[in-house]
Nanobody, 126 residues
Framework: VQLQASGGGLVQAGGSLRLSCAAS????????MGWFRQAPGKEREFVAC?????????KYADSVKGRFTISRDNAKNTVSLEMRNLKPEDTAVYYC???????????????????WGQGTQVTVSS
């Protein structure tokens, strides 16, 4: 599957952004989908994920819980990340990722995902 992330940009603290990830070339509904981010000089970190196969199990990093919402639209082959009340520490390149076979227990580990989008920059100014 090929993944294409979009929607990043520059926003002031307290603002909102919506990231989208379009998938092609696979049976999207079967894929476990996640969002990760990587700030300069830091390792890639888990943000949120949603399971496939109709289960739609959701998981969030503690740092974004209550502010970010992940959702998927299997009819449109997209997964989105709605980000509200953004903080300067949310500044990073955001990546969408997918995998057909991982389980919820593996979802926060970027090494568990086989497919990655190209990343989209989110910058939050203070």
């Amino acid at each position: 599957v090929q993944l294409q992330a979009s929607g990043g940009g520059l926003v002031q603290a307290g603002g909102s952004l919506r990231l989208s990830c379009a998938a092609s070339g696979g049976t999207f509904s079967r894929y476990f989908m996640g969002w990760f981010r990587q700030a300069p000089g830091k390792e890639r970190e888990f943000v949120a994920c949603v399971s496939g196969l109709g289960r739609s199990t959701l998981k969030y990093a503690d740092s974004v819980k209550g502010r970010f919402t992940i959702s998927r639209d299997n009819a449109k082959n997209t997964v989105s990340l709605e980000m509200r009340n953004l903080k300067p520490e949310d500044t990073a390149v955001y990546y969408c990722a997918g995998d057909r076979s991982l389980i919820v227990g593996q979802a926060t580990n970027p090494d568990a995902y086989d497919y990655w989008g190209q990343g989209t920059q989110v910058t939050v100014s203070s």
